[in-house]
C-alpha cells in the first residue's frame, strides 16, 4: 500500500475493480474520478479515514496504462474525444481522459461518423456547374495571352486582311 499526499494509507486496487469503475462511466474520465468511482462501487474511503482508505490515483493511473496496452481501455484528450464526437467539458485540455473500449465502441465511433459527416457538410461544395477559382485564374490567363498574340499576329491582328 502506498500514501496518499496527506499522509493517509492508499488503497490499491485490482486490475478488474479499475476497468468495472471504468466502464461504468457515462463519458470518458480523468484517472482521479475513476479512483473514485472505483471507492465508490467498493465502499473504500466512505468510512473514517483510519478504517478504510481511498483508491490510490497513481495505482489506478498505473492499471489505466496497463489496461489500455492490452486494449480494454482508451485514453485521449478531450479534444480527440470531441472529434470522435464525445464532448467532455470542463475538461483541462492536455488531460489524458479514460474510457472502456466496449463504450468507445458502442458511443464514440457513431458519434465520430456523425462528428465527420456533419463536418464534411459545413464544407463548402461546388456544385458541377461552378469553376475553381485556380482553374478560373488559368483561362483568363490564357485568353489574355490568346489576345495579345492576336494583336501582334499580322496575319490575325485587327490589321489582318
Not at 80 to 85: A, N
Not at 106 to 114: F, I, L, S, Y
Request: hydrophobic residues 35%; positive net charge.
Amino acid at each position: 500500500m502506498g500514501t496518499s499526499g496527506n499522509n493517509r494509507r492508499a488503497y490499491v486496487p485490482g486490475e478488474e475493480e479499475v476497468l468495472e469503475a471504468v466502464a461504468s462511466l457515462a463519458r470518458p474520465s480523468a484517472a482521479a474520478e475513476v479512483a473514485a468511482r472505483v471507492d465508490e462501487r467498493t465502499g473504500h474511503g466512505r468510512t473514517a479515514p483510519s478504517v478504510s482508505a481511498s483508491a490510490s490515483v497513481e495505482a489506478v493511473l498505473g492499471l489505466l496504462r496497463e489496461l489500455e496496452k492490452t486494449a480494454r481501455v482508451k485514453s485521449y484528450t478531450p479534444e480527440q474525444w470531441r472529434t470522435l464526437g464525445i464532448l467532455v467539458p470542463g475538461a483541462a485540455p492536455y488531460t489524458r481522459l479514460w474510457w472502456s473500449v466496449d463504450k468507445w465502441q458502442e458511443t464514440a465511433v457513431p458519434g465520430g461518423q456523425r462528428y465527420q459527416r456533419g463536418r464534411r457538410d459545413q464544407e463548402p461544395r461546388r456544385s458541377a456547374d461552378e469553376e475553381s477559382p485556380v482553374t478560373a485564374n488559368l483561362r483568363r490567363v490564357a485568353e489574355e495571352f490568346r489576345r495579345q498574340y492576336r494583336a501582334r499576329n499580322r496575319f490575325e491582328g485587327p490589321g489582318a486582311g
